[in-house]
């Protein structure tokens, strides 16, 4: 959990790229912290899941993939 925190604490202060805060929202949808955080980190992952850039179940989909190049 603390490399959560450490991930969590370089998204706020925009330290990571698009790959990285994918990935970090992966692991928070998949874990359900996205969902107890503050209310901006659940809206969005709900907007990751409904733009198709990562599954319900916190997943990577292939189109994030293409996106993200």
Do not use: C, H
Request: net charge negative; charged share 20%; proline share 1%.
């Amino acid at each position: 959990m603390s490399d959560v925190v450490g991930q969590i604490m370089a998204y706020e202060m925009g330290e990571l790229d698009a790959a990285e805060t994918l990935e970090l929202f992966s692991e928070l949808v998949k874990s359900g912290t996205a969902w107890n955080l503050q209310g901006s980190y659940g809206r969005t992952a709900a907007a990751l899941i409904e733009n198709g850039l990562l599954t319900p179940e916190g997943e990577i989909t292939d189109y994030a993939m293409e996106v993200l190049g």
